[in-house]
């Protein structure tokens, strides 16, 4: 039996490196056969406190292809969510309903709370601008697919490192595998110092640069963000910036063989589609493995696999 | 200098003494402490002289003796404040007040978009850094910090 079963995940690093392992290991097992009934006696409890489509349609997805009956809502209009309910009294009473709670809600630490106050395992879809932990592991899968391995690898992190909080919990997740780390941002959006000191107190190595061009030939992993104009004080700053961190398929001329271009999505134009069809994007199929990495964490969680 | 503070602020038979702390954070203390709430004498003394921080705050608290823990939590406003235990008018135990690893319920998480910001939730925290003070939310995980360092009202 699985360790993970009634486990919340919260945050990415609420799991250590063995159980990252074994959610990839049960996602692969979905990948090959996606359809199994493991969870035709469960019922997940979807709450979307706001809009998330492309979250919610995986997640549900993955539940459905589990055979497990869903309720819930896509946003929380008309529920007694709007007339004012406290997440509290909305978590106590989803959890008299459902096995298992996955939450998104634009505050900040209310997934951990809702695990506090739940007695079912809470899975965190997102909460506000803090952590999206599935979309971490299905990096993480898409990496050891792309790479075979998760273990010595450069991984390239480019855009908003600042405030992105994928690159966050990518970079948090990837120090347990002795990876190095080789950041491109604009000078005012780089990576936070708390999250530079967990790559320094797991013996590993990061490099700085500003300009994209500079890390094609080492990578074996470019990890795109986008760079919001919203983030500049200046414009003109943000006008002098903004093409250092786009990705076009012209620059990936001497990239490694091996190379993956990896992306959260939606992109806007910091991937131009010329790049699409390279073999080197792999932006689309990393959606994709998001149901698989969901299966496994549901079922896991669960306790069916 | 000494029998000069004891006339400011008379001396007690049984209880704690809290020495040194800065002007600014007397009330908090007071709050974080609960005093407002104690049914016993509780004297006060603000914007003493003092030779260490020039002027200070003294709270007194007559038949009350706290645990180093409970007392560990005014070391967030109050960081070289001085603990005095007496019993018989004498000083059975003295100690600086020293920054704990963890707080509950009293600050208020700086990060406006926190969950314990919107919903009747207790804070809590890890003092991850003692010597900037610096506060890491149990919920949403960002920093609060000395500048940033509000008590809550309750
Ligand atoms: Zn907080």
């Known amino acids: 039996m699985s360790t993970l079963k009634g486990r919340n995940l919260i945050s990415i690093t609420d799991f250590n490196k063995e159980e990252y392992i074994e959610v990839l290991d049960i996602a692969e097992g979905f990948e090959k056969t996606p359809k199994q009934r493991v969870l035709a006696d469960k019922v997940v ?6 809009p998330s489509t492309r979250t919610r349609l995986s997640f549900e997805s993955a539940a459905n292809q589990l055979g497990a009956r869903i309720i819930g809502f896509s946003d929380p209009g008309g529920t007694s969510v709007q007339k004012g309910e406290s997440l509290h009294d909305t978590i106590v009473m989803v ?41 971490c592991m299905l990096d993480l899968y898409s990496i050891r697919k792309t790479q075979g391995t998760l273990e010595n690898l450069q991984i390239a992190c480019v855009g908003d490192l600042k405030y992105g909080r994928t690159v ?32 320094k107190n797991a013996g590993l190595k990061y490099y700085q640069y500003t300009d994209l061009r500079d890390i094609i030939p080492t990578a074996d992993i470019i990890y795109m963000t986008r760079v919001q104009r919203e983030r500049f004080p200046d414009p ?42 390279t073999p080197y994007a792999y932006y689309f199929q990393q959606a994709q493995n998001g149901v698989y990495v969901r299966q496994a964490l549901m079922s896991a969680i669960l306790g069916v696999k | 200098m000494d029998s000069k503070k004891e006339l400011v602020v008379p001396r007690i038979e049984n209880g704690t003494v809290i020495d040194h702390i800065p002007t600014v954070a007397l009330y908090q203390v007071i709050h974080i402490l609960g005093l407002e709430k104690y049914q016993d004498q509780v004297l006060i003394g603000n914007y003493l002289n003092s030779m260490k921080l020039g002027k200070k705050g003294i709270i007194k608290i007559n038949n009350k003796h706290f645990t180093k823990e409970e ?32 707080v509950e ?15 009747q939730i207790a804070t809590r925290f890890d003092i991850v850094d003692k010597v900037n003070l610096k506060l890491k939310c149990h919920y949403c995980e960002k920093f609060t910090t000395k500048d940033t360092l509000v008590i809550n009202e309750k």
Do not use: W
């Open chain 1, 95 to 135: 959890s008299s309903y459902a096995d298992l709670i996955v939450m998104r809600n634009p505050k900040e630490g209310s997934a951990r709370y809702a695990s506090e106050v739940s007695t079912v395992p809470v899975i965190n879809a997102g909460d506000g601008a803090n952590q999206h932990p599935t979309q």
């Open chain 2, 105 to 119: 319920n009293f600050v208020k998480c700086a990060n406006p978009k926190c969950i314990t910001n919107s919903e």
């Open chain 1, 168 to 199: 966050h919990s990518l970079v948090q997740a990837m120090c347990n595998f002795n990876a190095t780390f080789h950041l491109v941002s604009p000078e005012e959006l780089k990576l936070p110092s708390s999250v530079k000191m967990s790559i």
């Open chain 1, 236 to 277: 003109l700053e943000y006008e002098r910036v903004k093409d250092s961190c786009i990705l076009t398929a012209s620059m990936l001329d001497g990239c490694k063989h091996n190379m993956k271009v990896l992306h959260p999505l939606p992109r806007v134009n910091e991937i131009t589609m010329d790049v699409d069809k």
């Open chain 1, 45 to 50: 409890a979807t709450l979307f406190f706001e």
């Open chain 2, 71 to 102: 007392i560990s939590k005014i070391a967030l406003v109050a960081p070289f404040a001085t603990i005095i235990d007496i019993k018989d008018f004498a000083v059975t135990d003295k100690f600086t007040t020293e920054i704990p690893d963890h």
